[in-house]
């Protein structure tokens, strides 16, 4: 068993990096004083992940959902299920699939170790039978038809089939009605036994916790495997997007709208990851001139927001929010982009985005749950939290500039608007 100490002099903390012996990656972050404990326990494997082989085998295609509905079956056993047994300790349990990684986490006041052994108990011991299979698929199907009722959900989902020929990022991560049909007890099988290898997996805790307190359990609770080698699959997809504009009614009292840019998509390291969140947040946060201009003008209001979205063979950056009139701000945002493509960007508006981004990502160490969902995420972006915060620090605007000359091509987003029934926008 490796453990390394992971230290900050900037911000003056540290944490552990411990690769067990199981194959299990474990990060814990002591939070000395704090009341409560978070944990979290990840696998590489999210919605996209259909179509895969295990160590050069055969190629093996799912159904679009499947990540999604092992996530619900992973908490049954036939010894019932594990959020009764939470309820016993005390702690507060979820858990979540997206598109790139699928993730369960509780936290807790006391009763830490008995909790965490909970954890790694149930995603170690999958109960999958016909009879449970078939069951869930009525929840499931309820799930996504509420999903469809979901103005905030089409909107970006009608955005990314519309920016997507082919990723299966433009398919909804719980599937279709359809598609979770064909889910059998094998196929979650097929997957369990491919994703839910301790190698393919990170947990991270962070509290009032010590290294000692979550070895101890960890060692008493995982059981050793082989790691072996994952190989997923995707079409090929093309660099411009499908369609510019797509609209939906729906019973909304304001028209929603998301703006994607799609973008290359690579593997973003520290630093690429540092400068893009300098520029948007140059771009689009509250104190940007773009911002200002949206509000003064009543275009937006303070559901505004942007973010950098981005997977496994894909990447876009998304505006979005509730405007009266969508398709003047997405005019007003690409026309903004390209004044500052063409007169460059402000030097001072660098330095107010590069202390912004850097006081959210140093106060966000103050929070149990922040930490061990940005160092589980960074962890399989093959990033780290202490290098990034490093990286903000030392964002140079040349680079920026640079990043910017990269991205957001105004000629290839598309504008996805929900509106009022009978409304014209």
């Known amino acids: 068993m490796n453990i390394q100490e992971i230290k900050s002099e900037r911000v003056r903390d540290s944490y552990y990096k411990i690769k067990h012996s199981s194959g299990l990656t474990i990060y814990v972050y002591p939070k000395p004083g704090y ?24 190629k ?69 039978t016909a009879e449970t299979v078939a069951k869930e698929q009525g929840i499931i199907g309820q799930e996504i038809k509420m999903y469809d009722d979901s103005p905030d959900w089409r909107v970006m989902f009608n955005m990314l089939e519309n920016m997507y020929l082919n990723h299966p990022v433009r398919i909804d991560i719980a599937g279709t009605v359809e598609s979770i049909a064909g889910i059998t007890a094998e196929k979650l099988y ?3 036994n491919a994703f839910y ?59 929603m709208f998301n703006l994607g840019f799609k973008e290359k998509p690579e593997q973003l390291d520290e630093k690429k990851l540092a400068q893009t969140d300098i520029l948007l947040s140059m771009l689009a946060s509250p104190t940007s001139e773009l911002y200002r201009e949206l509000m003064d003008e009543n275009l937006i209001n303070s559901s505004f927001s942007y973010e950098l979205f981005e997977g496994p063979g894909y990447c876009s950056v998304i505006f979005g929010g509730e405007s009266r009139a969508p398709k003047q701000v997405a005019e007003k945002i690409k026309q903004y ?59 140079e605007f040349d680079d920026v500039t640079k990043r910017l000359a990269e991205m957001l091509d105004v000629n290839n987003c598309t504008l996805s608007v929900v509106k009022p029934e009978g409304a014209e926008v």
């Open 35 to 58: 009341r409560s404990a978070y944990a979290i326990i990840g696998t590489n494997y999210g919605s996209v992940n259909t179509c895969f082989s295990v160590d050069g085998g055969d």
């Open 60 to 128: 093996i295609s799912v159904p679009d959902g499947i990540a999604h509905y092992l996530e619900h079956k992973l908490f049954e056993s036939e010894e019932g299920d594990a959020f009764t047994r939470y309820a016993k300790t005390g702690a507060s349990a979820n858990a979540y699939t997206s598109f790139e990684k699928t993730c369960y986490l509780f936290s807790c006041t006391d009763r830490f170790e008995e909790s965490l052994e909970i954890l790694l108990d149930f995603v170690q011991e999958p109960y999958f």
């Open 337 to 395: 982009i390209s004044k500052v493509k063409t007169g460059g960007l402000d030097k001072e508006d660098f330095e107010i985005a590069k202390k912004s981004v850097y006081g959210d990502v140093v106060s966000s160490l103050n929070s149990v749950s922040s930490i061990s969902n940005a160092i589980e995420t960074y962890h399989f972006g093959g990033n780290e939290i202490f290098a990034y915060i490093d990286a903000v620090a030392n964002a």
């Open 190 to 192: 097929d997957c369990y």
């Open 197 to 255: 290898n301790l190698n393919n997996m990170a947990l991270c805790v962070a509290g009032n916790v010590t290294v000692d307190q979550v070895l101890a359990v960890c060692d008493k609770m995982l059981k050793p495997c082989e790691p072996h080698k994952i190989t997923n699959y995707f079409e090929d997809e093309p660099a411009g997007i499908v369609n510019p504009y797509v609209e939906q009614s729906f019973p909304v009292l304001m028209p």
